[in-house]
Nanobody, 117 residues
Framework: QVQLVESGGGLVQPGGSLRLSCAAS????????MRWFRRAPGKQRDLVAT???????NYSDSVKGRFTISRDNAKKTLYLQMNSLNPEDTAVYYC???????????WGQGTQVTVSS
């Protein structure tokens, strides 16, 4: 089975930075897309950032200019660099892998990010 393990979450003050990691059990180079989602308490799960097989990236308006999604194929790891964090970024962050257009998706268990002074 495919395993995705997020790490790097924690408590940070407003204006601070964190880098999240998602370690995958499979070769991520050929996958259709890898994505970061987040879910705040009482809220729906929202798409944060996407990186495609070809390397193109997309971001939600709320994080554009502050977050950067990247991957290291050799390390089989997806990253999310988060800068200029604010309390609205507080959420559980989830890693997602889309294997192909018609194929399955897989999810990690999430890592908690709390932005508070």
């Amino acid at each position: 089975q495919v395993q995705l393990v997020e790490s790097g979450g924690g408590l940070v003050q407003p204006g601070g930075s964190l880098r999240l990691s998602c370690a995958a059990s499979l070769n991520i180079e050929p996958v259709y897309a890898m994505r970061w989602f987040r879910r705040a308490p009482g809220k729906q799960r929202d798409l944060v950032a996407t990186i495609s097989r070809g390397g193109s990236t997309n971001y939600s308006d709320s994080v554009k200019g502050r977050f950067t999604i990247s991957r290291d194929n050799a390390k089989k790891t997806l990253y999310l660099q988060m800068n200029s964090l604010n309390p609205e970024d507080t959420a559980v962050y989830y890693c997602n892998v889309k294997m192909s257009l018609w194929g399955p998706e897989y999810w990690g268990q999430g890592t908690q990010v709390t932005v508070s002074s």
